[in-house]
């Protein structure tokens, strides 16, 4: 036998879209379905149908002991890839074929019956993986010990917390000794003490010689665990390679995207549309517009919106900087540095000030939102990216070195 833990054969995901839910299918209907199947399968769409392609024709191997990150945008089909290995959902096309036995970890709720309790969903688990009850009892302790729910272990999983849930899933997942672990983007939910013990299993199960799937937005954390990395793009596999190269890659196809296109442009958004962002431009102290920043300048980041209902409501503006490797940095909050409550008119400009930018020389990307009558109005992910060229920060002429890290924190020294 060879050492593939996965093959993956010219594999297709198409949803269909915008249609209404009807009633159970007729034998008519099953055979105008099969008639449409054919044609699907033979390259061409049928009229007025509206489809979707997650994943279009994806062939790569992955050997055992590999750890491999698959990184995109949202919506590039990561979650819909591990969902076929997962076995959660068919494939429209191709095949994808698994040499071990997997355990999945995709998002909260996938793999636990809610009425079960904690230790009971253990044992489940352990039996689907088809370990023996002795196995799982000698498992037991640490799983429950990791995943720090002891006190909830007899409780039904329904009244878990989603970083309760998320823990323990966690916890099965790593220590039940599965051969292929798949983990999508879930350690958001834990806090930051935990995603630390997460990103720690799954470094020493990578050095155990098991496979690992591994999907995040956090660049940092794959470059740390994954030796190879995919990238994907709307279905499509870009490149499968040396983590740094599909890294740098990915960067690289991103920053153009960014820095392309106007917010009124923007299609990958979410929110309820009571306001929308038309524009973002950067302004220096003096009011005169520039495209790049200096560090230990003022910088001032101009919304353009527009509001789609007459009705003002209290608006909250949210302002996430990232760094290259997508790590929160900082937030601009109105809420939290603005006394008042923001009433915006119908259309206008938002201004925010950052007085002596602390940042070090590069590009940083910022996520966007505006919650109105605390619902959410709008949301655009990586809405606008910033450049940041050097800079007096501490007025001495000189420079933090490039070594310095993304931030900077304004300091003295004294000697005594």
């Known amino acids: 036998m060879n050492d593939l833990a996965i093959r993956i054969e010219n594999l297709s995901k198409v949803y269909k879209i915008g249609l209404v839910r009807r009633r159970e299918?007729?034998?008519?209907?099953?055979i105008s379905e099969s008639v449409r199947s054919f044609f699907r399968r033979n390259g061409r769409k049928h009229q007025g149908e509206d489809t979707f392609w997650a994943l279009k024709n994806l062939s790569f191997n992955v050997m055992q002991g590999e750890v491999v990150g698959i990184i995109g945008r949202n919506g590039a089909g990561k979650s819909t890839l591990l969902k076929i290995l997962s076995r959660i959902t068919r494939p429209t096309e191709g095949r994808a074929l698994i040499y071990g036995r997997v355990a999945s970890l995709l998002e909260v709720g996938t793999g636990f019956q809610r009425e079960l309790t904690g230790r009971d969903n253990i044992y489940l688990n352990g039996a689907i993986l088809g370990m023996k009850r002795g196995e799982i009892e000698r498992k037991f302790d640490e799983i429950v010990d990791f995943s720090g729910v002891e006190q909830f272990i007899d409780t039904p999983v329904k009244h878990y917390s989603s970083g309760m849930y998320v823990?323990?899933?966690?916890?099965?997942?790593a220590h039940l000794e599965p051969e292929i672990l798949i983990v999508d983007e879930v350690l958001a939910v834990g806090d930051s003490e935990f995603q630390k013990?997460?990103?720690?299993?799954?470094?020493?199960?990578?050095?155990?010689?098991?496979?690992?799937?591994?999907?995040?937005h956090n660049l940092g954390a794959v470059q740390m665990l994954c030796s190879t990395a995919c990238l994907l793009e709307s279905g499509n596999l870009i490149f499968k390679g040396e983590v740094g190269s599909v890294v740098s890659m990915y960067l690289s196809r991103s920053r153009g995207r960014i820095s392309s296109l106007s917010l009124a442009q923007r299609t990958d958004r979410s929110g309820n549309g009571s306001l929308r962002f038309l524009k973002v431009s950067f302004e220096n102290r003096e009011g005169q517009e520039f495209v790049s920043a200096q560090t230990g300048e003022d910088l001032i980041i101009v919304l353009d919106y527009e509001r789609t209902t007459r009705s003002e409501g209290a608006a909250v503006i949210r302002?996430?900087?990232t760094n290259m490797y997508g790590q929160k940095l900082f937030l601009c909050l109105s809420r939290c540095s603005y006394a008042g409550?923001?009433?915006?008119?119908?259309?206008?400009?938002?201004?925010?000030?950052?007085?002596?930018?602390?940042?070090?020389?590069?590009?940083?990307?910022?996520?966007?939102?505006?919650?109105?009558?605390?619902?959410?109005?709008?949301?655009?992910?990586?809405?606008?990216?910033?450049?940041?060229?050097?800079?007096?920060?501490?007025?001495?002429?000189?420079s933090i070195p490039e070594d310095g890290g993304d931030l900077l924190v304004n300091h003295s020294w004294e000697v005594l």
């Open 25 to 30: 299918n007729t034998l008519r209907d099953e």
């Open 167 to 173: 823990r323990l899933a966690f916890a099965v997942a």
């Open 197 to 216: 013990k997460c990103l720690g299993k799954l470094g020493s199960v990578a050095r155990e010689g098991r496979t690992v799937l591994f999907v995040s």
């Open 319 to 321: 302002m996430a900087f």
């Open 341 to 398: 409550v923001l009433r915006l008119p119908p259309k206008g400009q938002i201004k925010c000030r950052i007085p002596d930018l602390p940042l070090l020389p590069g590009r940083y990307n910022v996520d966007l939102r505006c919650k109105v009558n605390e619902e959410l109005a709008d949301h655009v992910e990586d809405a606008f990216a910033i450049d940041v060229d050097s800079g007096d920060y501490f007025g001495t002429g000189k």
